[in-house]
């Protein structure tokens, strides 16, 4: 069946520090988007890329979607306290109601 | 605001029990989802509905059913819970799949003991 990707499951990083995610579904997505869920929260939603090869930015974060829109990347440059979270990707595949998400990716920012 | 609401943040049930767990969305959303969330598994989908009435199995549906009798509500039936049903239960609708984001409520934190 469909599967979503991410890694690394787990990321450490300095205060000030880059930070990156990569996502990759094993189907190709109609349009991906990312969601923050902070400790003891729920996924909030960050953005939607439409478009093969689109990248969007907001302040820090940049958002890609790959060419073969089977793929997507999230970087975060000089992160702050504040990212903390697990980062999810998810999308629908072409057709159908369904959607994926995928496994996370859990940022700690050590101050 | 929109708004996702979920019947309990907390539940503690006996093995055995029948579990219903509620949602409710105020946006008119047409599609409606139920996940589980486990640590290093992400979000997997239970069930999902795209109309009142209709429903698909998601990724992991055994030992679940659900029922949407109307538009803005969708239940999550545990029929006989079990210790490995112990989980983050997180609801969310969605207008369309294919252009809008997901609105989560905010989880019920589910206990079999």
């Known amino acids: 069946g469909q599967q979503v990707m991410q890694i690394p499951q787990y990321q450490h990083v300095q205060e000030g520090e880059d930070f990156t995610t990569y996502c990759n579904s094993s189907?190709?997505?109609?349009?991906i988007q990312w969601y923050k869920q902070r400790p003891g929260g729920h996924p909030v939603f960050l953005i939607q890329?439409?478009?093969?090869?689109e990248v969007k930015k907001q302040k820090r974060l940049t958002f890609q979607f790959g060419e073969a829109k089977k793929n997507s990347s999230l970087h975060i440059t000089a992160t702050q306290t504040t990212d903390v979270g697990t980062y999810f990707c998810?999308?629908?595949?072409?057709?159908?109601?369904?959607?994926?998400f995928g496994t996370g990716t859990s940022l700690t920012v050590i101050p | 605001d929109v708004k996702v609401t979920q019947s309990s943040r907390y539940l503690v049930k006996r093995t055995g029990e029948k579990v219903f767990l509620e949602c409710v969305q105020d946006m008119d959303h047409e599609n409606m989802f139920w996940y589980r969330q486990d640590p290093g598994l992400g979000l997997r989908l239970i069930y999902f509905?795209?109309?009142?009435?209709?429903?698909e199995k998601g990724d992991i549906p055994e030992g679940y059913s659900v029922s949407r009798e109307k538009k803005e509500r969708f239940s999550l039936i545990l029929e006989s819970a079990s210790t490995n049903q112990t989980s983050m239960y997180l609801c969310?609708?969605?207008?369309?799949?294919?252009?809008?984001?997901?609105?989560f409520g905010p989880g019920t934190r589910l206990t079999v003991t």
């Open positions: 890329l439409v478009k093969s090869g």
């Open positions: 998810a999308g629908p595949p072409n057709t159908g109601n369904q959607f994926y």
């Open positions: 969310a609708s969605i207008d369309s799949p294919f252009a809008h984001e997901q609105y």
């Open positions: 509905s795209y109309d009142v009435k209709m429903k």
């Open positions: 189907t190709t997505l109609s349009n």
